[in-house]
């Protein structure tokens, strides 16, 4: 791993330093510079077992000496620049900062589809960052086929990215931008489409059959899925839930689905 030895203080004109502290600020510049960053030991290392293309490391002298050597180990030949604990303290998203932080390169996008047969999501316009951290988190645990994205959050913010513990580097994603093509190519696929949706008519998660595959469809937090975007689905189904209550936390209800999904 190449080491600078001068510790970066606050107010440094570093580039890199620089380039980090915009990153965690803003998504249009992790966009254009089609990057985004890490921060916490056990995340910079994830993202390095994971195969992420990382582009350096800044490290407090006390985290070199307590996290160098994996670091080193799962990165051999990445840049490491030595800051202090006042510009740690600064760059960092989290109160509770370990001195551990990296930039690395975004992720490839894929031409990744549902077939006939897959367990997969569609979330829906989620705008809370937590939220889609969470259910990426889900995702993985319970397993699925396809995790698809349709004008959400950035997929980069660091709630996200710490939200999902990992998983954003790993499971099958991909960034939708048109509804229309998706649902001609479930028709195609003969895949069943599956909206979740708050409403006693509707039927009930419990009763429908996972087994032959489906994509279900989560919406938005405040206002659920489009009334155009539920009435293309082939089936609407509901969560059972006690009288007096309306609604649910999106996460949780994408991960009751995707319970349901990985139990056949």
């Known amino acids: 791993m190449a080491q600078e030895h001068d510790i970066l203080q606050v107010g440094t004109s570093n580039k890199t330093v620089r380039l980090f502290a915009n990153l965690n600020r803003s998504r249009s510049f992790r ?22 293309k990382p582009q350096a490391l800044l490290l ?14 799962a990165a051999p030949n990445l840049r490491e620049l030595l800051i202090s604990d006042a510009l740690a303290k600064e760059i960092a998203d989290t109160e509770t900062a370990q001195g551990v932080f990296a930039i690395a390169e975004m992720l490839p996008e894929t031409a990744l589809m549902p077939k006939k047969g897959d367990r997969c999501m569609l979330l829906h316009c989620v705008q809370d ?11 993985e645990a ?22 999902s513990m990992g998983a954003l580097f790993r499971i099958p994603l991909r960034r939708l931008r048109d509804m229309n093509a ?25 009763s429908y059959d996972f087994s032959g595959g489906a994509c279900v469809l989560i919406g938005n937090e405040g206002n659920g899925l489009p009334r155009e975007i539920s009435d293309a689905c082939t089936e609407r189904l509901t969560i059972p839930m006690a009288p007096a209550s309306n609604s649910l936390n999106a996460a949780m209800a994408a991960g009751l689905f995707l319970w349901e999904m990985a139990k056949i």
């Not at 407090?60 to 180990?73: I, S, V």
């Not at 960052?129 to 995702?139: E, M």
């Open 142 to 163: 319970l397993g699925t086929d396809g995790l698809y994205l349709f004008q959400c959050c950035d997929l980069y913010n660091p709630k996200v990215i710490r939200g």
């Open 31 to 52: 966009e254009k510079h089609g990057c985004f960053p890490l921060e916490g030991f056990r995340l910079v290392l994830d993202a390095l077992q994971s195969g992420v």
């Open 129 to 139: 960052p937590s939220n889609l951290g969470a259910v990426l988190r889900t995702a």
């Open 60 to 73: 407090t002298e006390k985290a070199q000496a307590q996290y160098g050597a994996a670091l080193r180990e």
């Open 182 to 206: 998706f649902f001609a190519h479930c028709d195609a696929e003969k895949m069943p489409t599956c909206a979740a949706v708050v409403d006693r008519d509707a039927n009930l998660l419990g």
